[in-house]
C-alpha cells in the first residue's frame, strides 16, 4: 500500500487490522499452552518451569502497555 502510494489513513487501518489478527493468534497460542504445556510442566513437578514461563508471559504483557 505505501509503494502505490495509498492514502495514509487507510494504511493506519490496515496496519491496526493486522496488529488485531496477530493478537488474537497470539491469545489463542497463549491458551494452548498454558492450558497443555503449563499444566502438564505442573504435574511433572516441574512448577519452576511453569512459573518461571508464567512470569516471562507476564512481564511481556506489562511491556505492551
Excluded: F, P, W
Excluded at 48 to 64: C, G, H, N, S, T
Amino acid at each position: 500500500m505505501v509503494d502505490e502510494e495509498k492514502y495514509c489513513i487507510d494504511i493506519i487501518i490496515q496496519a491496526s487490522a493486522i496488529k488485531e489478527a496477530l493478537l488474537g493468534v497470539e491469545d489463542l497460542i497463549l491458551e494452548n499452552h498454558l492450558s497443555t504445556h503449563v499444566v502438564h510442566q505442573m504435574k511433572s513437578g516441574k512448577d519452576r518451569q511453569a512459573v518461571d514461563e508464567i512470569l516471562k508471559i507476564y512481564k511481556l504483557a506489562q511491556k505492551k502497555k
